[in-house]
């Protein structure tokens, strides 16, 4: 982590680093490489360098270390592919206008009203942190690179950082920049300070394991005895070893099947679901 | 006196089951049904895990290294205690970077009404019309059976018996139905335990892993309430509990357990033992499943990524 570190820490910017770190990556949402990229959104600057490295160590949790291979024949796109359905989000969950779209997602110079926008928006979840890891997504490598970031200013080291769960039956509760993941129901967080709730370790080094940090936890924040739904999804977890595809999964396999109304599920929303992927 | 065989089924029809894993109860229950009953008061069954039929290489703790081809479709040759292993974590780290590995290992789902069950087989691919680029993975089920002290002489367990065994929900709609795509004898004591005996004398402790969960308290009358063994170095505080339901025949009990996956210090003083004994499983139910561990040497890590990093850093 420390190369990147180096080069931010030279590099004159006079945005605040949590800012920062919410625009960072805007470039994917309109099909650009990092080189490629306009260094100008909606008047404000985008496309800078993470500080701390946790930019890269994000990426690291979702991606293999190295160079890239396209890992899905024929879907060389930023648009990312549904783990849940197989199909490109982008035609099942159109936007009309991304650039628009965007605008709240950077404009503000507040860091907690960006962390909240990027937490509620479904916008960055039409795309992917890479071509060539099409089933990844750029909404929560952005979330996952603002928690680290966050944690690294207060002193934190990677191992010392914990994937934590609102407690099962307590009030959801987002805390800024921490919380990377929000449904109706429960919100999962990285950070150095569980405070009490249940938590596992996420390890010695940033790596893609998600499975294995999620099956250590002492709590699972939904009530698997409850509903068979939910037993589906935590079984499919600890399948999952890329950070931004669980967590993408979890929120898409909430939103289409509500479990926490029970077996209710609303009908029809997922009959056309399939195993067909992309 | 030491045998264990593995199976290696291949899912031929959607599943409406546990969705975890096919327990050991319910693949005991399809394979009792077909033999006789000294056969069957003879046999132990281990949980069934699911695993694609993918590309992949062998992890780092195999006895085999590199490029396996397609790894989930035959049973990989057991030399060293870790290659029980290869197909008992469900996240199968095994599958290769250069594809898309987690939409591999992910159940494709069916809808049924409310229901939600597991395909046998997921479709990948251009568009619709360009039908020629589709290609598939499959589904597969792996688990092993052994037999009671004395009763060594029922494995294995004939490809005929196992064939067509029928697990989880409806079942009279072709739903889980399993065919063997293969099976092994292995001879446990056999194997190389050469990374748990340097842990043995080492001071550095070894780590559990609950492969599948650990039966606290049943209600079925052939089992009693257990404590958390004294060879883990946690307290039940620590644990992830759940309760679950055990079926036998027409009535269902309820079993709490330590849900599996889940990682334990161990204070034992023999870890080639505890080694041994978590392959044929520990605790009341194991005969059906529950109570499988593996043991990890100080220094392994289940996220190949941290290790070739930790040599990373020290070169």
Redesign the interface.
């Known amino acids: 982590m420390s190369d990147v570190s180096v080069s931010s820490d030279s590099v004159k910017s006079d945005v605040e680093p949590m800012v920062a770190v919410y625009r960072h990556d805007v470039h994917k949402a309109r099909s650009r490489s990092h080189e490629h990229a306009e260094h100008e959104l909606h008047g404000v600057r985008v496309n800078e360098p993470v500080p701390h490295g946790a930019d890269a160590d994000a990426a ?1 949790l979702s991606r ?2 190295g160079e890239p ?1 396209q ?4 879907h060389e796109s930023w648009y990312r ?1 549904s ?2 359905t ?1 199909q490109v989000v982008s035609t099942t969950e159109a936007v009309d206008d991304v650039n628009a779209a965007l605008r709240e997602l950077v404009e503000c110079e507040d860091a907690e009203t960006l962390h909240a926008a990027w937490v509620e928006s479904s916008v960055p979840a039409l795309f992917s942190e890479s071509p060539y ?3 990844t997504s750029l909404k929560f490598h952005t979330l996952l690179a603002a928690a680290l970031l966050d944690n690294y200013r207060s002193g934190f080291e990677f191992d010392e950082l914990f994937l934590a769960v609102t407690p099962r039956d307590a009030a959801r509760e987002i805390v800024p920049h921490q919380t990377v993941l929000a449904t109706p129901g429960f919100a999962l967080h990285v950070t150095g300070e569980p405070d009490g709730r249940p938590a596992a370790q996420l ?3 940033p ?3 998600f ?2 940090t999620w ?6 924040p939904f009530d ?2 409850a509903s ?2 939910w ?2 999804l ?3 977890l ?5 950070w931004s ?2 967590l993408q ?1 979890v929120e898409e396999f909430v939103a289409a ?1 509500e479990p926490e109304s029970n ?3 609303r ?1 029809g929303a ?2 056309s ?6 | 006196m030491t045998r264990l065989q593995q199976v290696l089924f291949k899912l031929d029809g959607q599943y409406l089951g546990h ?2 894993f096919v327990t050991g109860n319910a693949l005991f229950n399809a394979i009792a049904r077909r033999v006789d009953e000294q056969v069957a008061r003879a046999l132990n069954v281990s949980h069934g895990v699911f695993l694609p039929g993918e590309y992949g290489e062998y992890p780092l703790a195999a006895s085999q290294d590199g490029y396996a081809g397609k790894l989930g479709q035959s049973l990989p040759e057991v030399e060293a205690y870790e290659d029980l292993f290869v197909f008992r974590d ?4 095994w599958l290769l ?7 591999h ?7 049924h009404g ?3 069950a597991f ?1 046998s ?7 619709k019309k360009m039908r020629d ?1 589709r290609r598939s993975v499959s589904w597969y089920l792996h688990c092993y059976v052994h037999a009671q002290p004395g009763d060594d002489d029922v494995l294995p367990v004939s490809t005929d018996v196992l064939n067509g065994v029928q697990v989880g929900g409806a079942r009279n709609y072709e739903f889980g139905k399993l065919s063997v795509a293969e099976t092994q004898v292995v001879d446990v004591e056999a194997l190389d335990f050469s990374r748990l005996e340097a842990a043995q004398r080492s001071d550095e402790s070894c780590w559990i892993e609950l492969v599948t969960p650990f039966v606290l308290e049943t209600e079925h009358p052939c089992g009693d309430a257990q404590s958390i063994p004294w060879w883990w170095g946690v307290d039940k505080s ?3 509990c ?3 339901r055990f079926v036998d025949g027409d009535e269902t009990y309820a079993v709490t357990t330590v849900d ?4 334990v210090p161990y204070t034992g003083p023999n870890p080639v033992r505890t080694a041994v004994n978590g392959v044929y499983r520990v605790g009341t139910h194991s005969r059906f499943g529950f109570g499988e561990l593996r043991v990890w040497p100080p220094g392994a ?3 190949p ?2 290790v070739v ?2 040599e990373g850093d020290a070169a």
């Not at chain 1, 890992?71 to 024929?74: E, I, Q």
């Not at chain 2, 970077?97 to 939409?103: E, G, I, K, L």
């Not at chain 2, 290992?105 to 809808?111: A, K």
Request: proline content about 7%.
């Open positions: 690291l293999p270390r291979e890992t899905v024949d024929a592919l783990l849940l197989g890891y099409p089933y390890g010695d080094v790596a893609r394991s499975a294995d099956a250590r936890l002492p709590e699972l698997v005895d068979r739904l037993r589906v935590d079984a499919q600890r399948r999952v070893r890329s595809v669980a999964y099947f077996s209710q599920r009908r997922a009959e679901r399939g195993g067909r992927r992309e | 969705p975890y469900p996240a199968h780290r970077d250069s594809r898309p590995r987690d939409a290992n992910t159940h494709p789902l069916q809808v409310d229901r939600v395909d087989t997921c479709w990948f691919g251009r568009p680029h620590e644990l992830r759940r309760e679950t599996h996956g889940q990682l890590d289940r996220v990524e941290r990093d930790r």
